[in-house]
């Protein structure tokens, strides 16, 4: 049997929940309440629960720091966190606290089973989670660039992979799915640039409008509208100068790390991008390579150093972030058309 603890600070809603668990036929047993955040934490530590099922919004400490600090503790627990659907900035915080699951309320007793038959999938079996493993960032990157066709397919892709990945039933899921992809969206339309207040007013709604959804169709309808919504505040025709703008980080991250192991990966990294899109969008507007047009500001700041400083090819390769002295021998021939040697030589002559 799985232990469940419920954490709420109205006794009616634990009644209830505590009503609807003991009734549904799960291997499951109630082994306390706690009407706060503090209780939870206490009790927590004396009776060790598989499953909690907390309420958001306590006095003192509420549920998103309780849920923060039981997962640094037990991080194996399952939390599912219940939240009134007007706030959303809640479950933003909830997903970075690492909650399991997202619940609105009011709470429909077959919602609230299925998802605790997921969180116990998770226990038993440690099978694909369709929230913390999925991967979103081709989605981000198409709400970063203003790409709406592509953003919609994006998403597309992630409802196929939510129907292949998971044996609890997919109707069981859209809420804490939308929810997860709408704290990502919008984390990522404020980080380019749309207004806190404006992306208030349309989370309001959309929650709303979420909290109705029981259909694959119907969640697709209303991810579109969600994205169409916020790429809509980040300026229409805006696409390519995003582009211009990431791949000029991409660049000046180069030119001011040049001297250091640095990959595709590591500045993919830094402009939030997926490795694959950045050597795309990098090579459209640069036309060169990542890695080519790496070596040829080394090249450039190697040569700098060859006309005005006295230090060895060595040391200058080391400087300017090659592996070896022989590798940037390599490198600088095959652009130059002479060895270092020869060009710091070639310049003593000519003067």
Not at 23 to 49: C, F, M, W, Y
Request: charge should be neutral.
């Amino acid at each position: 049997m799985y232990k469940v603890l419920l954490v709420d600070d109205e006794e009616l809603e634990r009644k209830v929940l505590s009503f609807t668990l003991q009734n549904s036929g799960l291997p499951i047993t109630i082994l306390g309440e706690a009407a706060s955040g503090r209780e939870a934490l206490d009790k927590v530590q004396h009776t060790r629960p598989d499953l909690i099922i907390m309420d958001i919004k306590m006095p003192g400490i509420d549920g998103i720091e309780a849920t923060r600090q039981i997962k640094a503790l037990y991080p194996a627990t399952e939390i599912i966190i219940l939240t009134a659907y007007s706030m959303f900035s809640y479950s933003q915080q909830a997903i970075k606290a690492q909650a399991t699951d997202y619940l609105l309320k009011p709470i429909q007793p077959l919602q609230l089973i299925e998802a605790v038959k997921y969180a116990l999938d998770r226990i038993s079996l440690k099978k694909f989670q369709p929230g913390p493993a999925m991967d979103l960032t081709g989605l981000e990157e198409q709400v970063k660039t203003r790409n709406l066709k592509e953003g919609k397919r994006q998403l597309t892709l992630l409802l196929e992979l939510l129907v292949t990945s998971t044996r609890t039933p997919v109707s069981s899921l859209l809420n804490s799915f939308g929810l997860r992809l709408m704290v990502i969206v919008v984390q990522t339309a404020l980080s380019a640039g749309a207004d806190p207040t404006e992306i208030t007013l349309i989370e309001n709604d959309l929650v709303h409008d979420l909290s109705h959804i029981s259909s694959l169709e119907g969640m697709k309808s209303w991810g579109e509208i969600m994205l169409e919504r916020y790429i809509g505040l980040l300026g229409p025709n805006q696409q390519i100068n995003q582009i211009q703008v990431l791949v000029r980080q991409a660049m000046d991250y180069i030119e001011s790390n040049y001297p250091e192991n640095i990959s595709l990966n590591l500045v993919a990294n830094h402009v939030h991008l997926s490795p694959a899109y950045l050597s795309r969008i990098f090579n459209d507007k640069t036309g060169v390579s990542f890695t080519e047009y790496l070596a040829q500001v080394r090249l450039k700041k190697a040569k700098q150093q060859l006309r005005m400083s006295t230090e060895t090819i060595d040391q200058i390769a080391v400087a300017t972030g090659f592996k070896s002295s022989s590798y940037f021998s390599a490198v600088f021939k095959k652009h130059e058309g002479v060895t270092p040697s020869e060009y710091r030589s070639n310049l003593a002559n000519s003067h």
